[in-house]
């Protein structure tokens, strides 16, 4: 008993002297309110209830850049932190028609940061509507050093599906400078059609519909109509905003007569001019209001400079539609297909948008969210900012948390084609046995991978486990929260004299034997102890040059008392 006091005396020590948590008052953000009625099944979902007794010291600064924050002056000090910063930007937003879409994104994160109370952070609202605001909003959280930006946009030009193009140089620029950009995938995953230009005699693109078409219906509806957005553009974007391109298509919307009911037929141009009718962009836009039925879009070349690599797209947009001839796997835009960001998906949601090449989104989360009213809304909007408002917490709690860490702890995967693989050993007898890192609230130090090491010292009651190294797959590794002892199946199933409560809770080993406890505090071990946990889902030990002990068959890099 008395070792039991001293030891505890000494974790609260130690606990302090590192953290200087028990001498400094308690932070706590304040009790907001929330238009949501289910943000706390969502809070809960994501794991954010885990955090209610987690008191980092570090302050995230998060930037919301958004097409608008229509009244949000009013929810500063209600359902948005009384510190709440709001950003215009250079070129008015008309109050008429600004959207609030970039107002329930805060909702969302503030209110699910309700649920880790002690989780200091700055909320900054930056306006980004258009090319010149979005620029600025860059700059500013560039130069303020900011840690997170959530931009829950994509755009329908300014890139050309493969990371490049002037909206993704200008992300870049941030990313460069070590913010964590987490970006909406977009909610064109069912209304995109993607294809190589290829001409036919006349200079019509070869499209898969009637008339080298790409069908569209509005279905039947109660008003009797869709209003139907139409973008086509081409891979000819520059990394420069003020380069444009001679390459020339136009856009047909017709009927299924071939009646045209609009068109958009720009002239592109490489450099800037201010005559009505010129583009520097290659991109046209065709919007109108069509009748229940079939409609077919249709894509006229009007130059000549096409080559095979070059390709188009076609995004739709409006209530009722429906894109027949659809494209599947290769529907992200700009930024949401930049590698250097941390894009997220809607796992409710078929709209929500995806790329096979770029293996993106690395992240999903769910999206429907219920206002208080009763109306509903979903999409990958609301799942980036869950995503965002997570990524606070890890934030908080490893401030040199970058991208790739971020989207482990997270418990996401980081397999776009260009990202560095982890090199070593895959762990764990079958796949997807442990739990993910962001459940276990901890990561590796190694590039992609756990770093073995040695124990400092060897409690007795680890020994029998040492010797049985073998069968227990044992493996002593270093991490983000201290040293861990894996091992490849539950050690709660061969340590008797405990019970497992919740599924996230630790084993601790020490010179008083074993002992389980609640994984609180970012999963903290008490000084003198060491967790045994089963191997984290999908995991890598880094690649040793050690040889095997002839004993077990596995190196155990235990040091001797």
Same mark, same amino acid.
């Given at each position: 008993?008395?070792?039991?006091?001293?030891?505890?005396?000494?974790?609260?020590?130690?606990?302090?002297?590192?953290?200087?948590?028990?001498?400094q008052e308690a932070f706590a953000t304040e009790k907001l309110e929330t238009p949501f009625k289910n943000i706390g099944t969502i809070a809960k979902s994501a794991g954010f209830d885990k955090w209610k007794n987690t008191k980092p010291d570090y302050t995230v600064k998060v930037a919301i850049l958004d097409n608008g924050f229509k009244d949000h002056a009013d929810q500063i000090g209600k359902s948005l932190p009384e510190s709440t910063v709001y950003h215009a930007g250079p070129v008015a937003v008309d109050p008429a028609t600004?959207?609030?879409?970039?107002?329930?994104?805060?909702?969302?994160?503030?209110?699910?940061?309700?649920?880790?109370?002690?989780?200091?952070?700055?909320?900054?609202l930056f306006s980004a509507y258009g090319y010149s605001n979005l620029e600025a909003a860059v700059n500013q959280v560039i130069a303020d050093k900011f840690d997170i930006v959530l931009y829950a946009q994509v755009w329908e030009y300014g890139g050309n599906g493969?990371?490049?193009?002037?909206?993704?140089?200008?992300?870049?620029?941030?990313?460069d400078a070590g913010i964590l950009w987490v970006n909406a995938a977009g909610n064109f995953g069912n209304s995109t059609y993607r294809t190589g230009i290829r001409l036919n005699d006349d200079s019509w693109a070869t499209l898969p519909g009637p008339n080298d078409s790409v069908r569209v219906r509005c279905k039947k509806n109660d008003k009797k109509k869709c209003n139907l957005r139409v973008v086509l553009s081409w891979s000819d974007f520059s990394d420069d905003v003020n380069e444009g391109t001679d390459k020339d298509l136009d856009l047909i919307v017709a009927d299924d007569t071939l009646k045209i009911i609009t068109s958009s037929a720009l002239t592109q141009v490489k450099e800037k001019a201010e005559q009505p009718g010129l583009?520097?962009?290659?991109?046209?836009?065709?919007?109108?209001?069509?009748?229940?039925?079939?409609?077919?879009?249709?894509?006229?070349?009007?130059?000549?400079?096409?080559?095979?690599?070059?390709?188009?797209?076609?995004?739709?947009?409006?209530?009722?539609?429906?894109?027949?001839?659809?494209?599947?796997?290769?529907?992200?835009?700009?930024?949401a297909d930049n590698e250097s960001v941390i894009t997220i998906g809607a796992n409710d949601s078929e709209k929500s948008a995806d790329s096979e090449e770029f293996k993106k989104p690395e992240l999903t989360y769910p999206s429907l969210m219920t206002l208080k009213n009763g109306e509903q809304y979903k999409g990958s909007s609301n799942s980036s900012a869950v995503a965002a408002a997570a990524l606070i917490l890890v934030k908080a709690a490893w401030p040199e948390t970058s991208r790739e860490g971020a989207i482990e702890l997270l418990g996401g995967s980081n397999g776009n084609k260009k990202a560095k693989k982890p090199v070593g050993t895959k762990m764990g007898g079958a796949p997807g046995l442990g739990l993910p890192l962001h459940a276990l609230q901890f990561g590796p130090t190694g590039e992609g991978c756990f770093e073995r090491v040695q124990l400092p010292y060897t409690p007795p009651a680890l020994q029998p486990?040492?010797?049985?190294?073998?069968?227990?797959?044992?493996?002593?590794? /270093? #991490?983000?929260? +201290?040293?861990?002892? &894996?091992?490849?199946?539950?050690?709660?199933?061969?340590?008797? *004299?405990?019970?497992?409560?919740?599924?996230?809770?630790?084993?601790?080993?020490?010179?008083?034997?074993?002992?389980?406890?609640? /994984? #609180?505090?970012? +999963?903290?071990?008490? &000084?003198?102890?060491?967790?045994?946990?089963?191997?984290?889902? *999908?995991?890598?030990?880094?690649?040793?040059?050690?040889?095997p002990s002839k004993k077990s068959g596995l190196k155990v890099p235990v040091a001797d008392d």
């Amino acid at each position: 008993m008395i070792l039991r006091i001293l030891k505890l005396a000494l974790t609260l020590t130690i606990f302090s002297a590192i953290f200087g948590l028990l001498a400094q008052e308690a932070f706590a953000t304040e009790k907001l309110e929330t238009p949501f009625k289910n943000i706390g099944t969502i809070a809960k979902s994501a794991g954010f209830d885990k955090w209610k007794n987690t008191k980092p010291d570090y302050t995230v600064k998060v930037a919301i850049l958004d097409n608008g924050f229509k009244d949000h002056a009013d929810q500063i000090g209600k359902s948005l932190p009384e510190s709440t910063v709001y950003h215009a930007g250079p070129v008015a937003v008309d109050p008429a028609t600004e959207e609030s879409h970039g107002l329930f994104m805060a909702q969302i994160v503030s209110g699910l940061l309700n649920y880790a109370p002690h989780v200091k952070y700055e909320l900054h609202l930056f306006s980004a509507y258009g090319y010149s605001n979005l620029e600025a909003a860059v700059n500013q959280v560039i130069a303020d050093k900011f840690d997170i930006v959530l931009y829950a946009q994509v755009w329908e030009y300014g890139g050309n599906g493969d990371g490049r193009g002037f909206i993704n140089t200008l992300v870049n620029k941030a990313t460069d400078a070590g913010i964590l950009w987490v970006n909406a995938a977009g909610n064109f995953g069912n209304s995109t059609y993607r294809t190589g230009i290829r001409l036919n005699d006349d200079s019509w693109a070869t499209l898969p519909g009637p008339n080298d078409s790409v069908r569209v219906r509005c279905k039947k509806n109660d008003k009797k109509k869709c209003n139907l957005r139409v973008v086509l553009s081409w891979s000819d974007f520059s990394d420069d905003v003020n380069e444009g391109t001679d390459k020339d298509l136009d856009l047909i919307v017709a009927d299924d007569t071939l009646k045209i009911i609009t068109s958009s037929a720009l002239t592109q141009v490489k450099e800037k001019a201010e005559q009505p009718g010129l583009s520097l962009y290659p991109r046209e836009i065709a919007t109108t209001e069509v009748k229940p039925g079939l409609y077919l879009l249709r894509v006229k070349a009007r130059s000549k400079n096409f080559v095979k690599k070059d390709d188009l797209r076609l995004t739709v947009s409006g209530d009722h539609l429906e894109l027949l001839d659809k494209t599947e796997g290769e529907t992200l835009l700009a930024p949401a297909d930049n590698e250097s960001v941390i894009t997220i998906g809607a796992n409710d949601s078929e709209k929500s948008a995806d790329s096979e090449e770029f293996k993106k989104p690395e992240l999903t989360y769910p999206s429907l969210m219920t206002l208080k009213n009763g109306e509903q809304y979903k999409g990958s909007s609301n799942s980036s900012a869950v995503a965002a408002a997570a990524l606070i917490l890890v934030k908080a709690a490893w401030p040199e948390t970058s991208r790739e860490g971020a989207i482990e702890l997270l418990g996401g995967s980081n397999g776009n084609k260009k990202a560095k693989k982890p090199v070593g050993t895959k762990m764990g007898g079958a796949p997807g046995l442990g739990l993910p890192l962001h459940a276990l609230q901890f990561g590796p130090t190694g590039e992609g991978c756990f770093e073995r090491v040695q124990l400092p010292y060897t409690p007795p009651a680890l020994q029998p486990l040492i010797n049985d190294a073998k069968q227990l797959g044992l493996t002593v590794v /270093r #991490s983000t929260s +201290g040293i861990k002892i &894996f091992v490849e199946r539950d050690p709660y199933s061969f340590i008797g *004299g405990t019970a497992r409560v919740s599924p996230d809770d630790m084993l601790l080993v020490s010179q008083l034997g074993f002992e389980g406890l609640p /994984r #609180s505090n970012q +999963g903290f071990v008490p &000084f003198g102890s060491y967790e045994i946990v089963q191997v984290p889902h *999908g995991q890598f030990v880094c690649a040793s040059e050690e040889k095997p002990s002839k004993k077990s068959g596995l190196k155990v890099p235990v040091a001797d008392d």
